[in-house]
């Protein structure tokens, strides 16, 4: 079978475009610009991509060898109102889906069992630590994290494995697709709300991915926001256990709340007892832009909603007391506006910010931007004492790099992506 993913460079895309090519399929795709993931999936086989979203390549694609099934992210449609390759494929009569479609049969052809990790936030270091615990309990096991790991590749298929754990993202309802046999919710807090128009309709989501789930693993406090009961089905654990700050030793506090969640949701499989996941979870090595380090004393997080970004903050200041410096890039217009109310004091602690234009991407047209100078006006007097606006340049690099050489810990919270802080500091501090 012959699969096109439109998008390919993006973190979800790339790394069933991996999965598909390992299971044997024929993998070729698009993206409107590079990536590190591009990059990623060249190097490991996937090499007949293209960057720009135009009828050429894909005609050309489809003419040495029929194209069987075009796949697409939620992105795609919304960034390309006049998607070309959208057009091709109907003149053609390719069939046409998005990412959880393909996904949802792949998972049917194969005869796996789906361990899903949802939330509005945890998925991506939740989904590592799950494939960290496989590896070394040897769970047969194929895998999607949205996130590079050092331990395995972004996506892996697993031809003699039983199971798959998937980071099931929530926009675009994509992880209403799937019935899992075990889930895991890192944690719930309203997002997407040009998806979920309220937070009723957010939680709502939840609850019919919860019904589809077999099994599933939630703390007490998501449990209590969408109105569920211990029972045979649900495992709901006491975030406040003191257990999980005893027991578990890595760095950060939502570090060791996703530890725990993932050793309890493994329990549920009888030959996992708690006490050696416990001894593997506590030498879990971390993944890439989650905390991650580009140069000592400097760091690069995807945290971008209040929680995350209150739970990468702790652990910053749990690694660096009161020297903890933010450069604050927001992961959208439109969330910028969601989330402006709590944004006032959530930078009081720090003894610097500095805020860099927003990164764009399937915004609200009809929405003010919120430019740095208003992002500013925004926070709290106190936070307003210590701030700045900045931009991508060399002022901006100078000034980290005499944070750094004060011995401050500067934390970069960045969209990702090509041409954001993330890809910026990278390419200016490279080691």
């Known amino acids: 079978m012959h699969i096109f993913f439109s998008g390919i460079g993006g973190t979800a895309i790339s790394s069933l475009a991996l999965i598909a090519h390992e299971a044997g399929y024929e993998v070729s795709g698009s993206d409107a610009r590079p990536s590190q993931y591009l990059e990623y999936l060249k190097q490991h086989g996937v090499t007949n991509t293209h960057i ?81 615990l496989a590896q070394k309990l040897d769970l047969k096991a194929s895998w999607s994290v949205g996130g590079k790991i050092s331990f395995g590749d972004i996506g892996h298929f697993e031809p003699h494995g039983q199971y798959l754990i998937y980071e099931a993202d929530e926009f675009d309802r994509n992880f209403l697709s799937f019935y899992p046999h075990i889930s895991l919710i890192a944690g719930i807090d309203w997002d997407h709300p ?51 700050d005893r027991r578990v030793t890595l760095a950060g506090h939502v570090n060791r709340l996703d530890a725990w969640l993932v050793v309890k949701a ?92 927003s990164y764009l991407a399937r915004e609200d047209k009809n929405l003010e931007l919120l430019t740095p100078d208003k992002i500013l006006n925004l926070l709290s007097n106190s936070t307003r004492n210590n701030a700045h606006t900045a931009t991508l340049d060399d002022e901006l690099k100078q000034s980290i790099k005499k944070h750094i050489q004060a011995g401050d810990l500067v934390l970069c919270l960045s969209a990702g992506g090509a041409g954001s802080l993330d890809d910026w500091i990278r390419k200016e501090f490279k080691q």
């Open 194 to 244: 040009d998806i979920y128009p309220t937070r009723e309709s957010y939680l709502d989501a939840f609850r019919e991915f919860l019904d589809q789930s077999q099994r599933a693993v939630l703390w007490h406090t998501d449990a209590e926001a969408l109105g569920l009961d211990q029972n045979d089905k649900y495992l709901i654990l006491d975030d406040k256990a003191p257990d999980i």
């Open 52 to 132: 720009g979203v135009d009828r050429d390549f894909i005609a050309s694609v489809h003419a040495k060898n029929p194209i069987d099934w075009f796949v697409y992210g939620s992105a795609q449609p919304m960034d390309f109102p006049n998607h070309p390759e959208f057009a091709f494929c109907e003149e053609n009569n390719i069939k046409q889906s998005k990412r959880d479609e393909f996904l949802s049969q792949f998972i049917t052809d194969k005869n796996l069992k789906l361990i899903a990790v949802a939330g509005t936030h945890g998925k991506t270091t939740t989904t590592a630590m799950l494939v960290w």
């Open 266 to 357: 493994l329990a549920q499989l009888p030959q996992f007892p708690i006490e050696r996941s416990l001894e593997i979870i506590n030498r879990f090595p971390g993944l890439s832009r989650r905390f991650e380090q580009i140069v000592p004393g400097l760091y690069t997080d995807y945290a971008h909603t209040p929680p995350k970004i209150r739970g990468a903050l702790q652990l910053a200041h749990e690694t660096a007391g009161d020297n903890v410096v933010v450069v604050y890039e927001g992961l959208h217009n439109t969330r910028q506006h969601f989330i402006k109310i709590e944004l006032a004091d959530l930078f009081d602690g720090v003894k610097q910010l500095y805020v860099v234009p």
